[in-house]
């Protein structure tokens, strides 16, 4: 995948994450607010691969 394909799911998960948090929490599901966490630090990792990928180019 390119780098653009990676920095955008990594947006999508970050939002999904940030979504399912609120919703955990306001509902008090420390389970679905533990799993909105977790999508979140994928979106940033996805984030992070893509802009190493842009740096270093798509060929990795």
């Not at 995948?1 to 999508?12: A, Q, S, Y």
């Not at 970050?14 to 533990?34: D, F, M, P, R, T």
């Amino acid at each position: 995948m390119g780098e653009l394909t990676d920095k955008i799911k990594g947006n999508v998960n970050e939002a999904i994450g940030k979504v399912k948090e609120s919703i955990g929490e306001h509902q008090g599901n420390e389970k679905l607010a533990a799993e909105g966490e977790a999508q979140q630090a994928k979106g940033k990792g996805e984030q992070m691969k893509g802009s190493v990928k842009g740096a270093l180019g798509d060929d990795i």
